[in-house]
């Protein structure tokens, strides 16, 4: 008897080992996001693709479980530091990046001096990856942007471009080297600098209108900038045949927020809408975004997904190696070489992604076909086409 009840003793303590062993493994990682100001459309579909991320995440694997703990920055960069100053305290393993360069920048900087792994999809001046932060990561960058509007701007051939662009950081970085490039391509460009405190537009659009007499507005800024030029450009009627932007512009949710203004505008993006994925990560992503969210995938929050799922591997294969608390994480940060519904994904030695390449999109009646380049197009270009 007593040795029966010493063998069910052990057997007992071996089942509760071996469940204590199966259990999966708690990480915390940190994010801060302007869930609201200036930038909160942008910060919203972040946060919701990095939620669909860490879903997909931990239900294909049961070793480990990925959970975040969000701050919202309220889009200032001030909030950001104090954010991610906080994360790290709370045990935060690695930190999830806002959006806007001069947000991300500081943000980046307090993460570094902490030591933590910080990743973006929300940020592209090049001065970002000339620090010397080797914490730092991220997934876009401003080549890729800077092609994409070059290739439509090549297969028009406009008479001339004109810029308007904010003077942050990674608006008017791109703005000036599409400048030189376009120019060194023989094209006439002329650039409108403005203070992001602006919000009548109308003075820059006739300039536009009565001076440059070009055939294309290209918008180097962000999403409340994008709505008052348009404006401004509706009521001034200036004679061009397409306006253009970047980041945050072809996605449906502006076109919901301002179908008056849409119609027909240009921006930067990877995705046509209605979604069409080709890729299996890319069509697991679109299904589990469509049950939690409602409503289809879309530009930032695929990046927010993409981001997020380089990041919960990476921590995944430190956390097997039993390196996730010396450093073993910036290291297989480095090791990260994947395809992805953005196309491959590897580090290069500054933490940037060189294989970073975007479409451009124009949104038509509430769809935002593929325009250029050609290769990619899922819909012919309209062109002469402005919203008015």
């Excluded at 080549?143 to 990674?170: C, D, F, H, M, W």
């Excluded at 253009?244 to 919901?256: F, I």
């Excluded at 119609?263 to 993006?269: C, F, K, V």
């Excluded at 949104?363 to 270009?381: C, M, N, Q, W």
Aim: hydrophobic share 40%; with cysteine.
């Amino acid at each position: 008897m007593i040795r029966r009840n010493c063998l069910a003793t052990a057997c007992l303590a071996a089942t509760i080992a071996f469940a204590a062993n199966a259990r999966a493994e708690d990480i915390t990682i940190g994010a801060h996001m302007p869930l609201t100001g200036s930038l909160a459309r942008s910060g919203q579909a972040f946060n919701e693709g990095m939620q669909v991320a860490l879903k997909v995440f931990n239900e294909s694997q049961s070793k480990h479980r990925i959970k975040v703990t969000v701050i919202d920055d309220e889009s200032q960069p001030a909030k950001a530091v104090t954010a991610v100053e906080k994360l790290a305290s709370d045990g935060a393993a690695a930190i999830i990046g806002g959006y806007g360069s001069n947000i991300v920048g500081p943000a980046s900087d307090t993460s570094n001096r902490l030591g933590k792994v910080y990743i973006t999809g929300g940020a592209v001046s090049d001065e970002l990856v000339q620090r010397g932060n080797k914490n730092f990561f991220r997934i876009n960058n401003n080549a890729g942007y800077q092609r994409g509007v070059e290739g439509l701007i090549e297969e028009v051939k406009p008479n001339g471009v004109s810029i308007i662009a904010s003077t942050k950081e990674a608006p008017m970085l791109l703005a000036k080297g599409l400048e030189a490039s376009l120019a060194k391509k023989g094209f006439k460009v002329t650039l409108h600098p403005f203070d992001p405190a602006i919000t009548d537009f109308k003075p820059i659009i006739n300039k536009v209108k009565l001076q440059d007499k070009s055939e294309i507005i290209f918008m180097s800024a962000y999403e409340n900038d994008y709505v008052g030029i348009i404006r401004a450009a509706k009521v001034l009627k200036p004679p061009v045949k397409a306006i253009v932007g970047a980041w945050s512009l072809a996605t449906p949710k502006m076109y919901s927020d301002f179908p008056d203004l849409m119609q027909n505008i240009i921006g930067t993006t990877f995705l046509p809408f209605p979604v069409e994925v080709k890729d299996e990560e890319g069509r697991k992503f679109a299904a589990v975004y469509k049950e939690m969210f409602g409503k289809e995938i879309e530009y930032a929050s695929t990046l927010a997904f993409v981001e997020t799922m380089v990041l919960s591997e990476a921590l995944a294969r430190s956390a097997d190696a039993g390196t996730l608390k010396s450093a073993g994480l910036l290291a297989e940060m480095k090791t990260t070489n994947r395809p992805s519904p953005l196309g491959r994904i590897t580090f290069n030695e500054v933490g940037d992604n060189p294989n970073f390449a975007l479409s451009m999109g124009q949104h038509r009646d509430g769809k935002i076909p593929l325009v250029s380049p050609a290769e990619f197009a899922t819909g012919k270009l309209a062109y002469p086409a402005v919203p008015w």
